[in-house]
């Protein structure tokens, strides 16, 4: 979901399947969107941390990472858009202690709330780590 709060502009759930479901939260590193283009860069941090618990508690954090992408405007909202981003994790523990180091790749779709404002509502995507 996108929060309106910064720098947590994306707060959501992250599902590993059979190894379970974590919270995701991303912390903007940039300027919001460019309005006048159709692609629109953005760089991020990022955390992966035990769900329903607080992510400010570093004992909750399992994944710390970043990265940088793009959403693609080609469409115009309320339509919903296409953005890519690759990084890398910085830091991992607990049961994700074997992606320490590992890249990063997602994909998805952001989808939005009023056509008026052009703001988000809501990203769905895929995390890749490898």
Do not use: C
Request: net charge negative.
């Amino acid at each position: 979901d996108f929060t309106f709060t910064p720098p947590t502009f994306w707060n959501g759930t992250i599902d590993f399947g059979d190894h379970g479901k974590y919270g995701m939260t991303f912390f903007s590193l940039g300027e919001g969107p460019r309005t006048y283009s159709q692609a629109s860069p953005f760089e991020e941090d990022f955390i992966i941390y035990k769900l329903g618990e607080d992510y400010t508690n570093p004992e909750n954090v399992y994944v710390e990472g970043w990265n940088a992408g793009v959403v693609t405007y080609a469409n115009k909202a309320p339509d919903p858009v296409d953005f890519h981003a690759n990084g890398k994790i910085n830091k991992a523990s607990g049961p994700f202690e074997e992606w320490d180091g590992r890249n990063v790749h997602i994909k998805g779709k952001v989808f939005f709330n009023d056509p008026d404002n052009g703001l988000p509502r809501v990203a769905i995507s895929t995390v890749r780590i490898n």
